[in-house]
């Protein structure tokens, strides 16, 4: 069962849906997914960014740019002071930076610190269901539990999510959004969707998965082909 349900305003329904967020720092593949309706926001890591091959603040600048939604940008170092300046630094590039923190006892100090300061957080490298507890009483925006990283040790990733939804739903006080990462297929953000996952961020080719079928191919083909025979124009 989806956690929000029932008659909502216009506003409230812009805010329950389910979020496509781009697992990417590609600003053509960013600007793709803006074109189709599908994107939501954005997150990176170092790893994205070590792959990217570009300097990081400048490149955040501009997907900040492209994306009007949250846009994770992740610390560097692992303790708190260097952790602390480098969020309130990385806050400053844009409104909406959401800062990328370790699920560490120093990531979750600067957390608090940072969410407490009005500052978006995405608490990330999540793997057990008692991780994202402290995440969501340390005020995180988002939650990032790695279910593609959990299957690949022969783990069920998906159930992580199952609990994390089932715990925040017991407490209506927390506000922390489950952002669904590590995606890997489709079939990642179909069980998502089934359990009301507030967020998936996804490779941008996974998106675009989601919407071919071979029969939907099949089916365009043989109109086509039939429509030519009725010699017809519609303009
Ligand atoms: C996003 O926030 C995560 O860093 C990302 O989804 C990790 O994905 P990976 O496990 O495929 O590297």
């Not at 590609?26 to 960014?49: C, F, H, Q």
């Not at 953000?189 to 998106?207: H, K, N, Q, W, Y």
Request: charged share 25%; net charge negative; hydrophobic share 40%.
């Amino acid at each position: 069962m989806p956690k929000h349900g029932g008659q909502n305003s216009q506003k409230e329904q812009e805010e329950i849906r389910m979020k496509f967020f781009a697992d990417t720092s590609d600003i053509d593949a960013i600007k793709d997914l803006a074109d189709l309706g599908m994107l939501d926001g954005v997150t990176t890591n170092p790893s994205i960014i070590a792959k990217s091959g570009k300097e990081f603040i400048p490149l955040i600048k501009e997907i900040t740019q492209v994306c009007s939604g949250p846009v994770s940008a992740e610390v560097a170092s692992t303790d708190f002071d260097t952790m602390m300046k480098e969020g309130e630094k990385l806050a400053t590039i844009a409104d909406n930076i959401a800062v990328k923190v370790p699920l560490t006892e120093a990531g979750l100090k600067v957390c608090k610190r940072l969410s407490d300061a009005g500052t978006m957080v995405n608490v990330t490298l999540c793997f057990q269901p008692m991780q994202a507890l402290l995440a969501a009483k340390a005020g995180a925006t988002f939650i990032s539990p790695f279910v593609g990283r959990l299957d690949d040790i022969s783990q069920t990733g998906m159930e992580l999510i199952a609990d994390i939804l089932t715990i925040y739903e017991g407490y209506p006080d927390f506000h922390t959004e489950v952002l669904v990462a590590s995606v890997r297929h489709p079939q990642h953000i179909l069980e998502s969707a089934r359990m009301g996952a507030d967020v998936v961020t996804c490779p941008p080719d996974v998106i675009k998965k989601l919407y071919k079928h071979p029969l939907t191919d099949k089916g365009l083909a043989d109109f086509v082909a039939d429509w030519k025979k009725t010699g017809q124009s519609i303009l």
